[in-house]
């Protein structure tokens, strides 16, 4: 009974604090800071409470417990997922994707044809795709890989297409009295015009990228990987475990993400969507 209180007393006591930061306008990171840890605080308690079973719901004290013994085991986890599937994927499809957009802007019968297509294959389930790529590229990280290659290709591929017809047509009518070429309108006029599309694409593809190079290692890996990891702890009960990659999938997937962000807000800082951004 104690520990159901002290939830509750958790709970009011974070309701309160973010009530007064939102109506001090000041709030910041400090609200959803104070959400997350409010979240965590009843999860602690309603686990030590209610006496749920480690092996159903750990609670995040085991989990942290967990991650700090195992830190060499997820960082190794972490850089053959992460890095060498995901991240390589990742890179190598959306170049692919942005070649392609560019050839499909180019040549009209191709962005007519490759489309559709593309809508077809991207609807296509990961965990079909995954035994067919591990027996073409073995079951070490380029299989991984390449899966992310096909994951990101297409979202990537849309959003530039998009992207690349951004530009008015009295701007382009512009380019045209200036003698202005295809690739110098391209990169004077519609390659800016299109990076809010592309960078929209591209952080799609961050979290398509992880899951899937997480999903497809349950299909066939090597001794480590997080899909590996997860896998085989469910198996041994091992929840403690598997929170904690899970724990490391997050911040991968929320760095990847905020990363890929900053770089849009560098890049297209003179677009409205940012500004008015901190």
Known sequence: MS?????????????????????????GLLIP??????????WECAVRGFDI?????PAPSDIAARFAASTGLLWEDFVQTAIKGALTGYV?????????????????FLRRGLLPVGNFVAALPIIGLAPIMV???????????????VMVFFPILVNTVEGLQAASAMQRDLMRTYAASYWTT???????????????????????????????????SPIRG?????????????????????????????????????????????????????
Request: charged share 10%.
């Open 3 to 27: 520990w159901i209180l002290a939830g509750l007393l958790i709970w009011a006591a974070g309701w309160a604090l973010n009530i007064w930061l939102a109506r001090q306008g000041r709030g």
């Open 33 to 42: 800071v104070t959400f997350g840890l409010t979240l965590l605080a009843l």
């Open 53 to 57: 079973s480690p092996v159903l719901l």
């Open 92 to 108: 190598l499809g959306g170049l692919a994707a942005f070649a392609v957009a560019l050839a499909a802007d180019r040549f009209d």
């Open 135 to 149: 027996m073409w590229f073995g079951f070490d990280w380029q299989s991984k890989a390449a899966i992310v290659v």
């Open 186 to 220: 391209l990169l004077k006029l519609r390659l800016p015009a299109a990076m809010p599309f592309i960078f929209n694409g591209l952080k799609i593809a961050t979290t398509l990228a992880l899951i899937g190079a997480i999903v497809a290692e349950f299909f066939g």
């Open 226 to 278: 997080m899909g590996f990891r997860i896998s085989t702890s469910v198996g041994q009960l091992a929840l403690d475990l598997v929170w904690a990659e899970i724990v490391v999938a997050a911040i991968a997937g929320s760095a990847f993400y905020g990363g890929v962000a900053l770089l849009e807000k560098a890049v297209t800082f003179w677009h409205p969507s940012q500004r008015g951004r901190g």
